[in-house]
């Protein structure tokens, strides 16, 4: 059946695919593929956080970062949201 989408083939260790296993049974996930799927998605979103995280870092001063530091996750979280 034709498709606009992309198709990717995998193939995995035994380990890899175990643990792709667990993955799904605490998910409740049925499809092996559809496991990889989310993962992938999962994994790409937490590439493009740390890259906002680290441009926002690179922009700082020491001085800035210090109080980042000092003043706790909360700083950094405002920051974060400023960039969006």
Known sequence: M???KHRINLTVSD???ARIKAFMVENGIQNDATACLQMVVQRLNAY????????TMRNLT???LQAFASEG???VK???DKEK
């Open 62 to 64: 020491p001085e800035q």
């Open 78 to 80: 405002a920051e974060i």
């Open 2 to 4: 034709p498709s606009t």
């Open 15 to 17: 380990e890899v695919y």
């Open 48 to 55: 493009e956080n740390s890259k906002v995280v680290f441009n």
């Open 73 to 75: 996750i909360a700083v």
